[in-house]
């Protein structure tokens, strides 16, 4: 199963902690909204532990 979906959207809100591996393409101007989107996968409740591409 494959997700797509923004850094922006993945930096606003949605928690992704079905997701075991979190794949960034295309880096926003912001670090901030990259860092957030991807500690968006390490939120409570996750069981598996998170691969992180850059």
Do not use: K
Not at 17 to 23: E, Q
Not at 27 to 50: C, E, F, I, K, W
Request: with cysteine.
């Amino acid at each position: 199963f494959v997700f797509l979906l923004s850094t922006r959207a993945g930096g606003l809100g949605i928690n992704l902690t079905a997701a075991d591996t979190v794949a960034c393409h295309g880096h926003d101007r912001n670090p901030s909204n990259d860092a957030q989107a991807m500690y968006r996968a390490h939120r409570l409740g996750q069981t598996r532990q998170v691969t992180v591409y850059r």
